[in-house]
């Protein structure tokens, strides 16, 4: 096997502030998406190196969670500005081993580098309070202090955002991390730890792993050092990560998967909206949690909006993320284009209306041109499962009553949406929406300044926000009497 190392780094665990190879052999291959070029092997972390880890964080952990967060704030801040210098160049290596546009890329380490300023900004404002004494000359007093070593999962969608965001919030709150990102994405994460490095964090405070996902995940979660497990992917690992994090138990941060329902309504501004549609779906070519699915349009506005959409979807211009006229970069892994291959048969099967896309665009590579099939029923089986692709889906509604029983109809609850003109109904959407996030006229729903997180299968707890540093401590209550 060839392995091209001149422009993409070799993967190495890192473990209590050392760079290290696997010491069990290697786990995965690091793929180009647009091209199936091998970029680099992954090395497996053994038992002695996840044990390595694990003890190095908890060793840290009474170090960092002592340290001022005034202190922790600036190491944050020099990784942040580290991560913008470095923008551009890191941007591309993600590009490399995810397939998304280098604008997308390098935007995701500007967002990263925000998560690390804003959580240094929040771990200031980390305040406890006085609770009213019963007694004289009492004091009953509330201290915000970090829950301790946290166990990291992320997924290879958006391979450094949703690190950062873990990683931030556990540091500005006085915890220490190990992280096990995504093996097909290894670069992004590594990058971060570099700039930590760089910034000054002390060793430990951050050790990244890899492995075989349900191994690493099981050890680390299970050993007695690990006080906090927070984790985004997918419902059905979602489940048993709750579940093993129940065994001890240990509190969780589950952000899972979704289907996001998107209500149309007559008031609409069609060109408006066929724009941020297009725009919503297209980005990271549609492997996003929140990314809009399932479009319900009012029967006043149906054939012009969709007439529009599917006219604006095949415009779009799909090819390799590294070049800069390509509108939409290739899908991560090959099990995505297969995945859309049988949903968007599936769904025309069903009696379905391929109006887009629906087809391999190159002979090689993990392209699949933006796909829009109208009047899909429920029975197909896209409008149960999750895509996680370029895949829209349109249906009609009449009534303001059946466009919500309809958006809310799945057991998810991560983000949805409604495009109208009129106050009255988003506020009543905003009501009856099933969702964690609701986005009126915009898709953006997950900014660091916001509390991120979904309902029913899509998980409990958040990121983001002042319940983001919320999640990483636990307010331990003093009742001093004199």
């Known amino acids: 096997m060839t392995v091209s190392n001149d422009k993409y780094p070799a993967p190495r665990l890192f473990i209590n502030g050392q760079w290290r190879d696997g010491g069990d052999g290697v786990c995965a291959i690091v793929r180009d998406p647009a091209t199936g070029e091998v970029l680099a092997e992954v090395p497996r972390a053994s038992r002695q190196d996840l044990d390595d880890a694990l003890d190095a964080c908890e060793a840290a952990f009474e170090h960092w969670r002592r340290k001022p967060a005034i202190d922790r704030a600036a190491t944050l801040q020099r990784a942040a500005v580290l991560l913008r210098e470095r923008a551009a160049a890191l941007g591309r290596l993600m590009t490399m081993e995810q397939g998304k546009t280098l604008v997308e890329s390098t935007s995701e380490f500007l967002h990263s580098a925000e998560a690390f300023d804003w959580y240094a900004a929040e771990a200031l404002r980390a305040n406890g309070r006085v609770i009213p004494a019963r007694l004289p000359g009492a004091r009953q007093l509330v201290i915000m202090e970090p829950l301790g070593p946290v166990v990291a999962l992320t997924p290879w969608n958006f391979p450094a955002a949703l690190p950062a965001r873990k990683i931030a919030g556990a540091l500005a709150a006085g915890c220490s991390v190990v992280l096990k990102p995504s093996e097909e994405t290894p670069a992004s994460a590594i990058a971060l730890a570099q700039a930590l490095a760089d910034a000054g964090l002390p060793a430990g405070v951050l050790n990244i792993v890899f492995g075989e996902p349900a191994e690493v995940s099981t050890h680390l979660i299970r050993s007695n050092v690990t006080r906090k497990v927070t984790f985004t992917g997918s419902t059905p690992v979602g489940r048993e990560i709750a579940r093993l994090a129940a065994e001890s138990p ?42 809009p699915t399932r479009f319900f349009v009012q029967d006043g506005i149906y054939d012009a909006f969709v007439s529009a959409f599917a006219q604006a979807m095949d415009k779009v211009v799909v090819g390799s993320g590294l070049d800069p006229a390509s509108e939409m970069g290739a899908l991560a892994n090959s099990r995505r284009v297969d995945a859309m291959e049988e949903l968007v048969s599936d769904a025309v099967a069903h009696g379905g209306q391929l109006l887009a896309g629906g087809f391999r665009p190159h002979p090689r590579g993990n392209f699949w041109r933006p796909s829009l099939v109208s009047e899909v029923p429920d029975a197909a089986k896209a409008m149960e499962v999750e895509p996680f692709g370029p895949l829209v889906l349109v249906r009609r509604f009449s009534t303001l009553e059946e466009g919500l029983a309809q958006a809310n109809r799945l057991p998810y609850g991560l983000a949805a949406y409604a495009f109208t003109s009129s106050a009255a109904t988003a506020v009543t959407v905003c009501d009856e929406l099933q969702a964690g996030g609701i986005g009126i006229n915009s898709f953006a729903v997950s900014q660091i300044e916001a509390p991120f997180g979904g309902i029913k299968n899509s998980g409990y707890g958040n990121e983001g926000g002042h319940e983001g540093l919320a999640a990483f401590m636990h307010p331990k209550y003093v009742h001093h009497v004199s």
């Open 250 to 291: 240990k509190p969780c941060t589950l952000e899972l998967g979704g289907h996001a329902p998107v209500l149309v309504f007559n008031d609409a501004d069609i060109d408006k909206a066929v724009v941020t549609c297009v725009q919503g779906k297209t980005r990271n070519a549609g492997q996003v949690c929140t990314s």
